[in-house]
Nanobody, 128 residues
Framework: VQLQASGGGLVQAGDSLRLSCSASGRTSSSYVMSWFRQAPGKEREFVAGISISGSWNGGNTNYADSVKGRFTISRENAKNTVHLQMNSLKPEDTAVYYC??????????????????WGQGTLVTVSS
C-alpha cells in the first residue's frame, strides 16, 4: 500500500486548506485512514481519522480535541481518497501532516503504532 498526500501550503490565520491522501495498492475491505501531524520540536500527534468499509461513503470518525469543530475528514471510496478540510486555521496548526492507514477494521485508533502505512508528509504553515 502506498499513500500520497497533497494540499499543504502557506496560509494566514483564519484561512482554510484541504489536504488529500490517496491510497494505492492492496488494502482490506475495512480499514482506517487518519491524519497525524508533527510540529517543530514536538512529537507526532493524531489529528483525525475515518473508517472505511466497502463502498459506503460514511464511516466512523474521530478527532483530536484541538481540531474539533474546525477540521472535517471525509472520504471518496471510488478514489480511495481521504480529505481533511481545515477551517479557521491557527498558527499552532503549523506542522507536517502525515496520512496513515491502519488495517484494524473500523476502530479509528489514535495510537500511532497501529498504523502500518504512512504517506510522505505535507507541510502546513499558518502565519499569524
Amino acid at each position: 500500500v502506498q499513500l500520497q498526500a497533497s494540499g499543504g501550503g502557506l496560509v494566514q490565520a483564519g484561512d482554510s486548506l484541504r489536504l488529500s491522501c490517496s491510497a494505492s495498492g492492496r488494502t482490506s475491505s475495512s480499514y482506517v485512514m487518519s491524519w497525524f501531524r508533527q510540529a517543530p520540536g514536538k512529537e507526532r500527534e493524531f489529528v483525525a481519522g475515518i473508517s472505511i468499509s466497502g463502498s459506503w461513503n460514511g464511516g466512523n470518525t474521530n478527532y483530536a480535541d484541538s481540531v474539533k469543530g474546525r477540521f472535517t475528514i471525509s472520504r471518496e471510496n471510488a478514489k480511495n481518497t481521504v480529505h481533511l478540510q481545515m477551517n479557521s486555521l491557527k498558527p499552532e496548526d503549523t506542522a507536517v501532516y502525515y496520512c496513515a492507514l491502519s488495517l484494524s477494521g473500523n476502530i479509528v485508533t489514535t495510537i500511532e503504532g497501529r498504523y502500518r502505512y504512512w504517506g510522505q508528509g505535507t507541510l502546513v504553515t499558518v502565519s499569524s
